[in-house]
């Protein structure tokens, strides 16, 4: 069984940054795709991340783009979220998930039914 804690969560002000990060236990976690997703309230959760197991592929959506960059340290288990110039709207709980790849699987997947892990979140609040 695949644990994952997030941490890295907080208070901050528009533009400003933070650096979340994922650790993995009980796993292989070398062998996982990685993904963050966001989920703010009264909203259903979104795709904000993903890095493949290899770490050579990455993927996020248009809305963080050029803002936020994944990335993944195999030897230390654990994959990051860093945020710039951050935004009221991306005030959420931040979750990581791991999905152990089948054959031909490249890359991380974008919906959260596809993935197998689940942290419990980090909360995220950008002030105005």
């Known amino acids: 069984q695949v644990k994952l804690v997030e941490s890295g969560g907080g208070l901050v002000q528009a533009e400003g940054s933070l650096r979340l990060s994922c650790a993995a236990s009980?796993?292989?976690?070398?062998?996982?795709?990685m993904g963050w997703f966001r989920q703010a309230p009264g909203k259903e959760r979104e795709f904000v991340a993903g890095i493949s197991w290899s770490g050579g592929r990455t993927s996020g959506p248009d809305y963080v783009e050029g803002r936020f960059t994944i990335s993944r340290d195999n030897a230390k288990s654990t994959v990051y979220l860093q945020m710039d110039g951050l935004r009221p709207e991306d005030t959420a709980v931040y979750y990581c998930?791991?999905?152990?790849?089948?054959?031909?699987?490249?890359?991380?997947?974008?919906?959260?039914?596809?993935?197998?892990?689940w942290g419990q979140g980090t909360q995220v609040t950008v002030s105005s």
């Open positions: 998930a791991a999905k152990t790849p089948f054959l031909g699987d490249y890359d991380a997947p974008t919906r959260p039914d596809q993935y197998d892990y």
């Open positions: 009980g796993g292989t976690f070398s062998s996982y795709h």
